[in-house]
């Protein structure tokens, strides 16, 4: 019975598909991931698509598209605007190619839209469990996924790599890149080129060790993989293509306990092909413990670097540490954009990189050697320069706070994120978003690394009554700087600004309609998206959005007709950033412009729901408590002091607040882990855990008044 009714089904099954429209004929032609070696170098020719992360390999995220233009850009209008399942952070930079939109969300999910229309075509589900949810520093995002051979590839959470077949969505192959027992993630776009896919991770603040690894396109057999730092010396060789580099030069920068905590060092965002020299260049994150104390003496190679390695075999090319000894969360890791530039009369390939350190590097990609350093935001304070002769920084006196705390412009929040930058080759100017900010760091009087959390070995901000730690003689302390961003146009040649618009934003996307796209926030998860003259800076066009904007924009042609397209959601390190109004959670969304556009987009998403005030009360002691462990454990998703934006959720709005056995069940016994919400019960005791709520409760009362 049960078998006649299964065919029965099919046979139901088959009948509708039957029976449902045909499909149109341009549909089942349609091709799907069709990008090959020759198609990625030929991509500048090619502006109706967007074929790899940065727009071509040179990653300048330049469009020859001008259909949208300043005489123009006042016509346009949402054209298409597609809704995610996810409330969490969207920084990805979709591929678009042959009318195809691939982009990926929070938790690593991929979907296919129609480019067009932004109908659906597919979606991937990686499943990432939600125990991975606290593994990446700054949300669950991802930042994008690579097309190549009729496969998408994908890095999710958990630290897979996966390759979907582009027309079907259905998994091909994947292959586990990290050990799954530590706190590794990847967030980053994988990369591809000559039959390869390229992949690193991130995980730098709880103590991991970072490596870029190379994956055969086709099998995901792995080819080669590059540790970033050295390992462990009892442990002998890792086998890998970084063997001989890390043993001959890294290792001797070394000098201390770095082996049992594992240096950091990871590539968890840029990586960029270079087509004329055949270089992989690896950008790598900040050192681990962050306090250099607690770590090891010595430059730290390849902490805070750009790497060359051979595509083909991982070798070691060349290296340039941008930060020395890093002590200040100073991850080198954003975008890198290649190009061609006329520097003291002769011509120069070159790497160009605003690195979170505060200084524009200008890189001979060929050699890595430096051809110029500049500081872009004024205030720098943890160098005075970097000294042409040597290319090394002069790290200022305490800048590594070892003497006492210091206070360092810029701070751990940098100058410049992973928000991805662009280069018009127009008007020869470098588009990014610039902050001004400083961090008081303060060391810790001991270190005590413990397995899973985020332990720098320094205080974040809080005073916890260290002055009586202070030595008898301290250094300098530097001086804080108010925080400012703004959208920063810069001159690679001369080292220094053409302009800047005062307005905070997300990564840019230049075009040769002499326009430059940004997204930005308003009220922390609302936003707006804005276009500015590439030469001078003027906003001309500006769009109110539902969703902040961070991610990088793309521009694309169907039917002749030109698209910009957004991924907006707030999140990332956002999270942390609450605003004066906190809003309710809602989804994030792709949203496509183009001129004269007739879609509507959602409204603003209302007020959060009031805060919830338990009946108990509880004395300060216990609150005492409960905001220390709140600050350790919580605080890096829910908002540090509770300023928190809703992303994750505001505690205080919580209806477990109120209900103690419901909050015992969430935050020790992990009830909502699907969601990423892990159990706790690791670091607090009941006791502990209620007093979270004690603290959340004293706040919660607060912000009722
Ligand atoms: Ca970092």
């Given at each position: 019975m049960k078998q006649i009714w299964h065919r029965a089904w099919r046979i139901a099954a088959v009948l509708i598909l039957c029976a449902?429209?045909?499909?149109?004929a341009e549909e089942a032609a349609r091709t799907f991931g069709a990008i090959d070696d020759q198609r990625l170098l030929d991509a500048?020719?090619?502006?109706?698509?967007?074929?790899?992360h940065g727009g071509t390999?040179?990653?300048?995220?330049?469009?020859?598209?001008?259909?949208?233009n300043v005489d123009t850009?006042?016509?346009?209008?949402?054209?298409w605007h597609f809704e995610l399942d996810t409330t969490r952070g969207q920084e990805a930079t979709p591929i678009v190619v042959d009318g195809v939109m691939y982009t990926t969300s929070a938790w690593s999910k991929v979907y296919a839209l129609d480019?067009?229309?932004?109908?659906?075509?597919w979606r991937y589900d990686?499943?990432?469990?939600?125990?991975?949810?606290?593994?990446?520093?700054?949300?669950?995002v991802n930042r994008g996924a690579a097309v190549y051979r009729g496969r998408v590839y994908v890095g999710t959470i958990d630290g897979r790599l996966i390759a979907l077949d582009?027309?079907?969505?259905?998994?091909a192959w994947s292959v586990?890149?990290?050990?799954?027992?530590?706190m590794h993630s990847i967030t980053g776009a994988p990369r591809v080129a000559r039959g390869k896919v390229f992949i690193g991770n991130g995980g730098g603040e709880f103590g991991g060790r970072g490596y870029v690894s190379a994956y055969?396109?086709?099998?995901?057999?792995?080819a080669w993989r590059f540790y970033t730092v050295p390992g462990?010396?009892?442990?002998?060789?890792?086998?890998?293509?970084?063997d001989d580099v890390l043993a001959?030069?890294?290792?001797?920068t070394w000098s201390g306990k770095w082996a049992e905590y594992t240096g950091g060092g990871h590539p968890w965002n840029a990586l960029v092909f270079d087509p004329q020299l055949g270089h992989l260049y690896v950008a790598t994150g900040n050192g681990f413990p962050m306090n250099p104390h607690y770590r090891a003496s010595g430059?730290?190679?390849?902490?805070?670097s750009i790497v060359a390695l051979?595509?083909?075999?991982?070798?070691?090319?060349w290296h340039y540490q941008?930060?020395?000894?890093?002590?200040?969360?100073?991850?080198?890791?954003q975008d890198m954009t290649l190009t061609e530039l006329t520097l003291g009369g002769e011509q120069r390939s070159v790497l160009m990189h605003a690195s979170k350190n505060g200084y524009f590097y200008v890189l001979?990609?060929?050699?890595?050697?430096?051809?110029s350093a500049s500081p872009f935001?004024?205030?720098?304070?943890?160098?005075?320069?970097?000294?042409?002769?040597?290319?090394r920084p002069q790290v200022s006196e305490n800048a590594r706070y070892e003497n006492g705390p210091f206070t360092s412009s810029?701070?751990?929040?940098?100058?410049?994120?992973?928000?991805p930058q662009s280069f018009s080759p127009k008007t020869g100017l470098v588009y990014f978003p610039a902050s001004e900010n400083s961090t008081l760091y303060l060391p810790t009087p001991t270190y005590e690394y413990v397995e899973g959390l985020d332990n720098?070995?320094?205080?974040?901000?809080?005073?916890?009554?260290?002055a009586a730690q202070m030595p008898a003689r301290p250094g300098p302390a530097g001086k804080a700087v108010p925080y400012k961003s703004y959208l920063l146009a810069w001159n690679p040649v001369m080292g220094k600004p053409a302009w800047r618009a005062d307005v905070a934003g997300g990564g840019t996307l230049v075009t040769a309609g002499n326009l430059v796209f940004q997204g930005r926030s308003r009220e922390t998860v609302m936003g707006e998206v804005a276009a500015f003259r590439?030469?001078?800076?003027?906003?001309v066009w500006s769009y109110r959005t539902p969703n902040a904007v961070m991610a990088g924009p793309v521009t694309y042609e169907i039917d002749h007709e030109q698209y910009v397209a957004f991924m907006a959601g707030a999140g990332g390190a956002?999270?942390?950033?609450?605003?004066?109004t906190v809003r309710a959670r809602q989804v994030g969304r792709v949203l496509a412009f183009k001129l004269d556009g007739t879609d509507t987009l959602p409204g603003d998403p209302p007020l959060a729901p009031p805060v919830v005030l338990p009946r108990e009360t509880w004395n300060a002691a216990v609150v005492e408590e409960g905001k220390a462990h709140y600050a350790r454990l919580?605080?890096?998703?829910?908002?540090?002091?509770?300023?928190?934006?809703?992303?994750?959720?505001d505690l205080r709005r919580?209806?477990?607040?109120?209900?103690k056995a419901a909050w015992k069940s969430i935050v020790?016994?992990?009830?909502?882990r699907s969601q990423?919400?892990?159990?706790?019960s690791r670091y607090l005791t009941p006791e502990a855990a209620e007093s979270v709520r004690a603290y959340v409760a004293d706040e919660a009362r607060k912000a009722a008044h």
């Open positions: 449902a429209p045909s499909a149109p500048e020719r090619e502006p109706q698509s967007w074929l790899t390999y040179l990653e300048q995220r330049y469009s020859k598209l001008d259909q949208i850009v006042s016509r346009l209008k949402p054209a480019a067009k229309t932004g109908r659906q075509l990686p499943q990432v469990p939600g125990e991975a949810g606290p593994k990446p520093c700054c949300d669950v582009a027309r079907t969505g259905k998994v586990l890149t990290v050990d799954p027992k530590r055969d396109a086709a099998t995901g057999k792995l462990d010396p009892a442990k002998g060789p890792d086998h890998a293509a970084s001959n030069t890294a290792r001797k430059d730290n190679l390849f902490l805070a051979d595509a083909d075999t991982g070798k070691y090319v941008e930060t020395p000894g890093e002590a200040w969360d100073y991850d080198a890791v001979d990609r060929r050699t890595g050697k430096l051809l935001v004024p205030g720098v304070s943890w160098a005075t320069r970097i000294d042409p002769a040597t290319a810029p701070g751990e929040g940098g100058a410049h994120g992973w928000q720098p070995g320094i205080f974040h901000g809080a005073t916890h009554g260290a590439a030469d001078d800076g003027k906003e956002g999270i942390i950033a609450g605003g004066a919580c605080g890096r998703c829910h908002g540090l002091n509770m300023r928190s934006s809703n992303i994750v959720p919580s209806a477990a607040l109120a209900d020790l016994d992990g009830a909502l990423g919400m892990v159990s706790w």
